[in-house]
C-alpha cells in the first residue's frame, strides 16, 4: 500500500509526462516530412532524424527534466502539507517509506524511457517508414540509466530541501555542475547526457545514426551504483530527520 | 515501568539549537483513562507527542510507551501498531477519496474493524466517494478519528483535537473519546482549552516552558484544591502560611490569599491562631490551577 500511496502522490506528474512523451513521439513521426527538411545540411534519413530530434534532442532534454520533477516529493513535502504526522505514525519503517517512493519513481521513469520505444517503431510504417526496434529498445535502456541518475538527484534534494521550488531547483542546479564536470576528458564516458544519446561514445555510429557496439556496461554500472548510494543516503538522511 | 502506565518517560528532553522545547519530563500516563495534556502555545506538548510516536529524535532522557521503547526504531514501531494519532492539522491525504484512504490505512492494521469503520462512516456521515481535498475540517477530524477507532487501538493519542472546530464538530468530538475510553481505551491529548479538558478528563499533566508543572487527577483536585481568602485587622504574616500542601501564597492588602492543593484545614487552624478576621474557604477549577501554576512558573 506505501506503493499505492507514492503511485498517488506522482500519478499527475506521470500521466502528464508520459502524455508529451508520447504525443511529441507521435507528432515527430507523423509530420516528418515537414519536419526533415528544416534541418541544416540537407534532410537527414528518417534514423537519422529520429536520433536527432529525439533520442539526441528535444524529446530527451524533455525526458531529463521530467524525471527531475517525478523525483520531487517525499516525507519532507507532506510536512509542508501537513500530512507527515498521518504516515509517521503507520506502523512502517521510514526506510520502507524511502524505499516505496523510489520504486515507484524508477518504475516511472523506465516506463517514460520506454515510450519512443513503443511509440515510433510502431507508428513509423503509417508514414512508409521504419524504425528497429532493437534500436529504439537500446535507447530505452540508456534513458533509463541516465533517468535513474536524474531521479536520485532529484530525490536526495527533495529529502533535504522542503519548499515547493527548492528541492527542483536545487536538483536542476546539481544536474548542471555534474553535466559541467563530466564533460571534462578524464570523465566524459560516465556523461549520462552522451551516454543516453550515444554521442561520441564507441557504441554509436554518428554517420548511420545507430548504436552497432556494444553498451558501455562499466559506465552504467558506475552509475547505477552511484544512484543506489544516493539512494542510501536519501535514507539515512530521512531515519535522522525531526518532523 | 509500571504495568498501569501505557506512558512513562524518564528525563526526556529536546533541544532546537539552544532552545529547549521539552526539558527533563517525567512523564505518567496511566491505563483506561483519560489524561489531558494542557499547556499554552509552544509549551512543548506537540514536541513531546512527536517524541513518543518516534516522530522526532528526543536529545536527552528515555520514554516508553506500552512498554516498548520510543528510542529504538523497531519498538516503536510494534509500538504504533497498537497506538492511534491524531495529528493537530488533521490533514490527512487530500488526493484520495474517503473510501481509498480508509482501505489504504485499513491494509496497515491486521485487527481493524470494518463494522467498526462502517458504523462511524455512516455516524459521521462522510460520504465514501468524496476526496479527501474536499472535505471541511470538522468532516476531516472525523476521519482522522475514525481511522484512529476502527483499529481498536490501547492508547489513542490526539494533538489539539478540537482546534479550529465550531462547537457542534468539538461536541461530538469529546463524545466520541468519552466513549472510546468507556470500552477501555487509553486516551491522551493535548489542549490549551481547559474546559474541554476539565469536561472529560480524568487526570490532567500540566506542561510549560518544557516542564511537567502538575500531574493530579480531577477528581482529587475537586476534593482537596481549594482558594482560602482570608481577612486580617493589622498587615497579614504571609511567611505563616508556608505549610506543606500551600501552592501559592498572595497577599493584596490586608487580605491573604492561599491556593492549596491539601491541609487546607492546617490553614484555616494556622488563620484563625494568627487572628484572622474572614476566612473564605472555595473549591477551584482547573483553569484556577492551571493559571496559578502557569503564572508561578513564569
Given at each position: 500500500m506505501l506503493c499505492y500511496k507514492a503511485w498517488r502522490e506522482s500519478q499527475t506528474r506521470f500521466v502528464l509526462s508520459a502524455l508529451t512523451i508520447a504525443g511529441l513521439c507521435v507528432l515527430f513521426v507523423l509530420f516528418q516530412n515537414e519536419a526533415r527538411?528544416?534541418?541544416?545540411?540537407g534532410p537527414p534519413t528518417y534514423v537519422g532524424y529520429i536520433w536527432r530530434i529525439v533520442y539526441k534532442g528535444y524529446v530527451r532534454e524533455l525526458y531529463v527534466l521530467l524525471v527531475l520533477l517525478l523525483g520531487v516529493g517525499g516525507l519532507v513535502r507532506e510536512r509542508a502539507y501537513g500530512t507527515a504526522g498521518f504516515t509517521l505514525a503507520l506502523p512502517v519503517s521510514r526506510w520502507r517509506l524511502v524505499a516505496a517512493r523510489a520504486v515507484i519513481g524508477l518504475s516511472q521513469a523506465a516506463i517514460l524511457s520506454l515510450l519512443p520505444a513503443l511509440v515510433i517503431p510502431v507508428l513509423s510504417p503509417f508514414v512508409q517508414e521504419s524504425y528497429p526496434w532493437t534500436q529504439a529498445i537500446q535507447f530505452s535502456l540508456l534513458w533509463t540509466v541516465g533517468g535513474t541518475l536524474v531521479f536520485a538527484m532529484a530525490f536526495l534534494a527533495s529529502v533535504i530541501f522542503g519548499g515547493e521550488y527548492s528541492a527542483p531547483v536545487v536538483a536542476f542546479v546539481v544536474l548542471l555542475v555534474y553535466s559541467a564536470i563530466a564533460d571534462m576528458p578524464m570523465l566524459d564516458r560516465f556523461d549520462i547526457h552522451d551516454m543516453m544519446s550515444g554521442t561520441g561514445t564507441p557504441y554509436f555510429r554518428l554517420d548511420a545514426s545507430l548504436i552497432t557496439g556494444p553498451l558501455p556496461w562499466m559506465a552504467i554500472a558506475v552509475i547505477l551504483l552511484v544512484s543506489c548510494c544516493m539512494f542510501v543516503l536519501a535514507g539515512r538522511i530521512t531515519q535522522a530527520q525531526d518532523f | 515501568m509500571g504495568s498501569d502506565c501505557v506512558i512513562e518517560t524518564h528525563e526526556l528532553g529536546k533541544n532546537y539549537g539552544r532552545f529547549e522545547a521539552v526539558h527533563a519530563l517525567n512523564l505518567r500516563v496511566s491505563r483506561q483513562q483519560i489524561t489531558g495534556f494542557l499547556g499554552r502555545n509552544g509549551a512543548g506538548k506537540s514536541t513531546t507527542i512527536k517524541m513518543l510516536l518516534g516522530m522526532t529524535h528526543p536529545t536527552a532522557g528515555t520514554g516508553r510507551v506500552l512498554g516498548r521503547s520510543i528510542t529504538d526504531s523497531v519498538e516503536n514501531r510494534e509500538m504504533r501498531r497498537e497506538v492511534a494519532y491524531v495529528g493537530?492539522?488533521?490533514?490527512?491525504?487530500?488526493?484520495?477519496?474517503v473510501e481509498q484512504l480508509i482501505r489504504f490505512t485499513r491494509?496497515?492494521?491486521?485487527?481493524?474493524q470494518n463494522d467498526v469503520a462502517q458504523h462511524l462512516r455512516k455516524q459521521y456521515q462522510?460520504?465514501?466517494?468524496?476526496?479527501?481535498?474536499?472535505?471541511s475540517k470538522g468532516m476531516r477530524t472525523k476521519l482522522a478519528l475514525l481511522l484512529a477507532l476502527a483499529r481498536k487501538p490501547a492508547l489513542l493519542i490526539l494533538d489539539e483535537?478540537?482546534?479550529?472546530?465550531?462547537p457542534v464538530s468539538i461536541e461530538e468530538l469529546l463524545h466520541a473519546l468519552v466513549a472510546a475510553a468507556s470500552e477501555g481505551m487509553t486516551v491522551f491529548f493535548s489542549s490549551h482549552q481547559i474546559s474541554e479538558v476539565e469536561r472529560i478528563a480524568d487526570r490532567v499533566c500540566i506542561i510549560d516552558h518544557g516542564r511537567l508543572v502538575a500531574d493530579l487527577s480531577l477528581d482529587q483536585m475537586r476534593q482537596d484544591y481549594r482558594r482560602i481568602t482570608l481577612g486580617f485587622a493589622t498587615q497579614p504574616p504571609a511567611n505563616e502560611f508556608k505549610i506543606h500542601g500551600v501552592q501559592q501564597v498572595k497577599i493584596v492588602g490586608r487580605q491573604v490569599i492561599v491556593l492549596a492543593r491539601e491541609n487546607s484545614d492546617v490553614v484555616v487552624e494556622c488563620a484563625h491562631s494568627l487572628g484572622a478576621v474572614s476566612v473564605d474557604v472555595a473549591p477551584i477549577g482547573l483553569r484556577d490551577v492551571f493559571l496559578e501554576t502557569v503564572k508561578e512558573e513564569t
Open positions: 527538411t528544416g534541418f541544416d545540411g | 493537530e492539522d488533521k490533514q490527512l491525504y487530500a488526493y484520495m477519496t491494509s496497515f492494521y491486521p485487527d481493524w462522510l460520504p465514501q466517494n468524496r476526496k479527501v481535498r474536499a472535505l483535537p478540537t482546534e479550529g472546530l465550531d
